[in-house]
């Protein structure tokens, strides 16, 4: 839920994602996985005692969990149609995703955490199954990326970054929503210590 932008190289000390290890196929499992992950854990949230906990930011520049799953499921879109048309062209530059943008433009905190979620897994096993036949070289080619700074990326980093996108905000939903929803068993009561003691004094 850091403001800081996480590193888009190396390891990131605020999810644990490591950009150096892994293999494609063992990256691509992780990244369904942890997609599955942000899905229910949404959903959970919307089927409790107050659907709206999902639309509540805990700052007011930090984004809700049905907004993060909202850009979760938009940067598996985007990153599977930046695989195609890398694969397409001989140099590709990838259009500029517009982050934040898209949040008031597609109105996340208005859309129905149930269909969200379920766009959300559609796009992780598309994006995954775009992945999982790249060959050695066509991970290694290039294109133009934006973010953070315009700069030459393989398609194999767009691989790792995309599941970097999905553990890191796996980590902020599930943050979230740890600080927001009521607690299932209510803290111990200390009614029925007074109760005993007043019985104690009776004896």
């Known amino acids: 839920m850091s403001k800081q932008r996480p590193p888009v190289d190396g390891y ?3 999810c644990g994602f490591n950009y150096d290890t892994g293999d494609l196929q ?4 992780l990244l369904i996985r942890q997609a599955a992950d942000c899905a229910m854990a949404l959903t959970k949230a919307a089927a409790g005692p107050d659907v709206n906990v999902v639309r509540l930011r805990p700052e007011p520049e930090v984004w809700s969990a049905i907004e993060y799953a909202c850009h979760v499921r938009d940067v598996l879109e985007v990153q599977r149609l ?3 048309q890398c694969l397409a062209e001989d140099r590709p530059v990838y259009a500029p995703m517009d982050r934040t943008g898209r949040v008031k433009q597609e109105k996340y905190e208005a859309q129905d955490p149930a269909e969200v979620a379920a766009a959300l897994m559609r796009n992780a096993r598309e994006f995954g199954a775009a992945a999982r036949v790249l060959q050695p070289q066509q991970l290694g080619k290039l294109g133009l990326y ?3 700074v315009r700069a030459p990326r393989s398609l194999g980093w767009i691989i790792r970054h995309t599941a970097h996108e999905i553990q890191h905000h796996r980590h902020d939903i599930t943050e979230i929503l740890a600080k927001l929803e009521p607690p299932i068993v209510p803290k111990p009561k200390p009614e029925v210590e007074e109760v ?4 104690e004094v009776a004896d």
């Open 12 to 14: 990131c000390e605020q």
């Open 26 to 29: 063992g990256t691509v499992t």
């Open 82 to 84: 930046r695989i195609a």
């Open 146 to 148: 934006n973010y953070p």
């Open 196 to 199: 005993v003691e007043e019985a």
